[in-house]
């Protein structure tokens, strides 16, 4: 049962371009959604977060947006650099009160490539 | 502060052996993560602890996994009687309390042969 699904395993772009990567789950308890970035030998590195109670959220070139009603977030690059090549993984929480705060599921990730 | 260290880095063992891994997470974080990748697949949780105490563990660990944090402090996680379909990273990440952007070590890789 994937909760979490990135539905892209790969993703080419060219440099200075934008970088969507998409993101899809199915469980309504989910209400904190993150981005993490890998690269290889290395463990994920977290990235930028977001808030059920909001549907945007901003850091630097990195934006990432959420829809709740289609329960769908995304992730955007802008302007996309070849130091950004990794694999993504987005991921989510249940959440506040209970045992399993803190607790993520991943997504399968998705590999990003930007050519210079 | 030396972010999460993982110790080894790789372990290759026989089926059937017994194998531990190490994990120091940052100093005054109070949560310690246990997660598994395969191959093309994202993390899956296994278990945590907040401080001493373990307080979830997940359906994926079996009977022949264990992990320890004595005194809320390091991580050990032993997986008894390996199998081959235990060959994965094994990562470890910590963090305080009620802060879901963790950090992660760079991960135990572990071949069973």
């Known amino acids: 049962d994937q909760q979490v699904k990135q539905n892209s395993p790969s993703l080419s772009v060219q440099e200075g371009r934008i970088s969507i990567l998409n993101c899809d789950y199915t469980?309504?308890?989910?209400?904190?959604f993150l981005w993490y970035k890998k690269y290889p030998a290395e463990g994920p590195t977290f990235l930028i977060s977001?808030?059920?109670?909001?549907d945007k959220n901003e850091d630097g070139r990195f934006t990432v947006f959420l829809n709740k009603s289609a329960k769908h977030l995304s992730l955007h690059i802008v302007p996309s650099q070849p130091g950004d090549s990794a694999v993504y993984f987005c991921?989510?929480?249940?959440?506040?009160?209970?045992?399993?705060?803190?607790?993520?599921?991943f997504g399968q990730g998705t590999i990003l490539t930007v050519h210079p | 502060d030396t972010g999460v260290s993982q110790d080894p880095r790789h372990k290759i063992t026989k089926r059937g052996q017994n194998v531990t891994f190490r994990c120091d997470p940052i100093?005054?974080?109070?949560?310690l993560y246990w997660y598994r990748q395969t191959l093309g697949q994202g993390p899956e949780f296994l278990t945590y602890?907040?401080?001493?105490?373990?307080?979830?563990k997940s359906r994926l660990l079996s009977d022949r996994f264990s992990a320890e944090r004595p005194k809320g402090s390091f991580s050990t996680l032993e997986i008894q009687r390996t199998e081959q379909g235990d060959s994965a990273m094994y990562l470890c990440?910590?963090?305080?309390?009620?802060?879901?952007?963790?950090?992660f070590g760079s991960g135990t890789r572990l071949t069973v042969v």
């Open positions: 100093s005054e974080h109070n949560r």
């Open positions: 602890f907040q401080n001493e105490a373990q307080l979830e």
């Open positions: 991921a989510a929480s249940a959440g506040a009160g209970g045992t399993s705060y803190g607790k993520l599921t």
């Open positions: 977001i808030s059920s109670i909001k």
């Open positions: 990440a910590s963090s305080p309390i009620y802060i879901y952007g963790y950090t």
């Open positions: 469980n309504s308890m989910f209400d904190y």
